[in-house]
DNA sequence: TCTGAAACTGAAAACCGTTTTCAGTTTCGC
DNA sequence: GCGAAACTGAAAACGGTTTTCAGTTTCAGA
């Protein structure tokens, strides 16, 4: 689901929630955000726009709409708990180590690592999460590396 | 690399690092675990071996031990801040939703998708993360759920 | 052996992000 | 209007992690 306001609006309201000022202050911080952001960011940005906002209603905000699976939460293998706004399809986050810039790619085939991963583990695999993370093309030019479209994976 | 003290050994010495009693501790503790484990539940089960050891002590020796690739951090989409052994082979855990077992899996392409990735988004994937979760064979049996080896990304 | 330097330690304090509590406000259906 | 329920922010509580600090251990070299 995208952060289309009148998506939400009626995504909220069949759960008997509403979309406030506050709410919808916090969503289009997110919405507006280049890069994936933390609550307090978040909190920073969203007070611009509605300077009574507080803190424990970001964090509210945002459970609530990842819950309804408006944001996604993105990793790393050290930092934790930042957002971003989830594209319409499935999709995985790319996110640049340099300036935190995150793209959505959707064009993802991971079904033959998960049947890989049942054959081998003998689990039920319900779930995956899987992150990448490298350089965006703008940080690679910066650092005067020419674009070279080979990753490895750690 | 796999939890082997000699061989820690070797690589803190030429860092000029002691593999201590302590250390030893939060070593065998993380070695012996079956599931993932918190650095709390390390503390307590260290403890065991070396009574005077202290949370400091563990905080910063399984800093130590994943710097140096013996232990892999695990994340899941909730919750952070676990540890695993790490084996060897470049691998992926799988952990169970139920019970925390983790098992990991070596036999992954993941290739394909880095690249799918790379061309759709031009970044330089210099990482990836992926971690699965569901159920595993004894928790599934416990369930009565028959064992169907079938998996579903999210 | 000593000795000095550096690594290492645990307890306590500090820190910081997150959650809970609570009393008040807003919204909505009637 | 009116009452119920959703919602709010401030402050407090909470819990995990990091820092500080003074003391201990280890090791290489004299």
Known sequence: MALDADQIT????????RLTRQRRAVLDAVAEA??????????????EHCPELGLTTVYRTLELLSEIGALRRVHGPDHCEAFVPASAAHGHTVVCSRCGQ????????????VDA???QTGYRITEHFLQLSG???ACGERAGRPQRPAGDGA
Chains 1, 2 share one sequence.
Do not use: I, K
């Open 117 to 119: 991963a049942v054959r």
């Open 135 to 137: 350089e965006c093309p």
């Open 34 to 47: 280049s890069a994936s952001v933390s609550p307090v960011q978040v909190f920073d940005a969203a007070r």
């Open 10 to 17: 009626v995504t909220f309201a069949a759960r008997g929630l």
């Open 102 to 113: 995150v793209v959505e790619f959707t064009d993802c085939d991971m079904q033959a690592v």
